[in-house]
């Protein structure tokens, strides 16, 4: 109940097109979906997020899109491009009981020039 | 955003030492503190939560007393590694929630290389 599935492990797009990464959570306590972007030898770094009480969240080239039935959310990148060459983490949390936060496995997307 | 610096960021010991690694929340206090492991190619496993002025908790799987955890002030959360071994040359990282309720951010070190010899 614990888990958050995600999907591709690696991705690779063509510069310009779009990336689109899947995550499914079980548990209906959590409350917060962030995603968060990790190159080689760095911390993770918060992308984006949203709540559940909203169905889509834009921010620049990246949006969420949350669908609270399916308990499923994802991460799309428009116009990708090289730079965005990274490993992408799902997350959800939850505060209940103390604060929780359970990763998805990531997925390596690389962006080809 | 917040800033959570960890020290050192890379660290090569030998067999057998203590390693110390401190994470800091530079501009904000965290009453809570996360320690990850990753290791290559792989997700954040999540180690312990370390709780400013009580013990910390730590994940089903990891030890105690190998990885000493101190929650020093509300800024400051160490990580001990004692009697290192090359099994324990990993990414470790620290992360820290800002906010209370739902919708909490965890704003994440840059992390330490730990490479045990």
């Known amino acids: 109940q614990q888990q958050v599935k995600q999907s591709p492990q690696s991705l690779i797009v063509q510069k310009g097109g779009i990336s689109i990464i899947n995550c499914a959570y079980e548990?209906?306590?959590?409350?917060?979906f962030p995603w968060y972007q990790q190159f080689p030898g760095k911390g993770p770094a918060l992308l984006i997020a949203i709540r559940p009480d909203v169905s889509e969240k834009k921010e620049g080239r990246f949006t969420i899109s949350f669908n609270k039935s399916a308990k499923q959310f994802s991460l799309h990148i428009m116009d990708s491009q090289p730079g965005d060459s990274a490993t992408y983490f799902c997350?959800?949390?939850?505060?209940?009981?103390?604060?929780?936060?359970?990763f998805g496995a990531g997925t390596r997307l690389f962006v080809k020039a | 955003g917040a800033v959570v610096s960890q020290h050192p960021s890379r660290v090569i010991c030998k067999s057998g030492t203590s390693v110390k690694i401190e994470c800091r929340s530079l501009d904000f206090q965290a009453t809570t503190m996360f320690w990850y492991r990753q290791f290559p190619k792989q997700s954040l496993m999540l180690m312990a939560t370390s709780n400013e002025g009580s013990k910390a908790t730590y994940e089903q799987g990891v030890e105690k007393d190998k990885f000493l955890i101190n929650h020093a002030s509300l800024t400051l959360s160490t990580l001990t590694v004692t009697s290192a071994h090359p099994e324990d040359s990993s990414f470790y990282i620290c992360s820290a929630p800002l906010g209370t309720s739902g919708g909490a951010q965890q704003f994440f070190g840059p992390g330490t290389r730990l490479t045990v010899l």
């Open positions: 548990n209906t306590a959590f409350d917060y």
């Open positions: 997350a959800a949390s939850a505060f209940t009981g103390g604060f929780k936060t359970i």
